[in-house]
């Protein structure tokens, strides 16, 4: 059945989800690395394909800008269309002094500005985190291609302009990059009892006025796809 965000039925979607925030990305992934993929979904122009990786069947989805728009699209996922994965791939901006243009970054937790986690009526501080099993695995795959990478905490903020300037105080503790949808993702995982994890590569340092193009965002970030899809079919 069919959701407001969706237009997928029961069976369409694969048990392991790729999902780029950019839903351009997502189509590119799928013409470019998935054997016969067929779009499930295009509403609101937030493509959905599912298709099939080194004999694994594999989906891509967009999810959009921000937590509440990921907050739809992987709920969904995982209570509508019985999704046990997703691999987040997206962007980040580089906080640390350590990580550089186009490094990987692989997201072990978020840290958030986000009151998305109010709605579960704790009585603390949550602290979103990745799955063991999809973290353990995309290290392997990353170490194996040799590429550059940290694995660590980033940011989920709300805001992308940020009027606080608040970039200094999460990089004194230890905070990796920003971006704005994992905190959610993780959340909604932990919640549905199912495994996400979160994959960036860096596409600017705004502490260092360093910035890529937008055409490289796109579709430029192989490393960082092909990371995700071979841990895809390694689980």
């Not at 839903?23 to 016969?36: S, T």
């Not at 704790?122 to 940290?150: D, I, M, R």
């Not at 994959?199 to 796109?218: F, G």
């Amino acid at each position: 059945m069919s959701t407001p965000h969706n237009n997928a039925e029961k069976g369409d979607i694969a048990k392991t989800v790729i999902m780029p925030g950019d839903p351009l990305r997502a189509k590119f992934i799928a013409e470019n690395y998935l054997e016969n993929p067929v779009c499930y979904n295009e509403v609101r122009g937030m493509y959905g394909y599912t298709g099939v990786y080194k004999g694994k069947r594999i989906s891509v989805q967009g999810s959009g800008m921000g937590m509440p728009s990921m907050a739809i699209y992987s709920w969904e996922l995982f209570s509508e269309y019985d999704v046990d994965n997703i691999i987040r791939t997206g962007t980040a901006g580089a906080i640390s002094d350590n990580v550089s243009l186009r490094d990987i970054i692989i997201a072990m937790s978020a840290s958030t500005n986000s009151a998305y986690a109010s709605q579960y009526n704790l009585p603390g501080t949550y602290a979103p985190t990745a799955s063991w099993e999809l973290l353990s695995q995309a290290v392997k795959v990353t170490e194996n291609k040799g590429v550059n990478f940290h694995v660590g905490n980033i940011f989920s903020s709300d805001t992308f302009y940020d009027d606080a300037g608040s970039l200094a105080q999460w990089q004194k503790m230890g905070v990796l990059g920003i971006e704005m949808e994992t905190a959610a993702l993780y959340m909604n995982a932990s919640r549905a009892g199912k495994n996400a994890l979160c994959i960036l590569t860096v596409s600017d340092c705004p502490l260092k006025n360093l910035s890529t193009t937008a055409e490289e965002r796109q579709s430029g970030f192989r490393n960082m796809m092909e990371i995700a899809l071979e841990t895809a079919v390694s689980i």
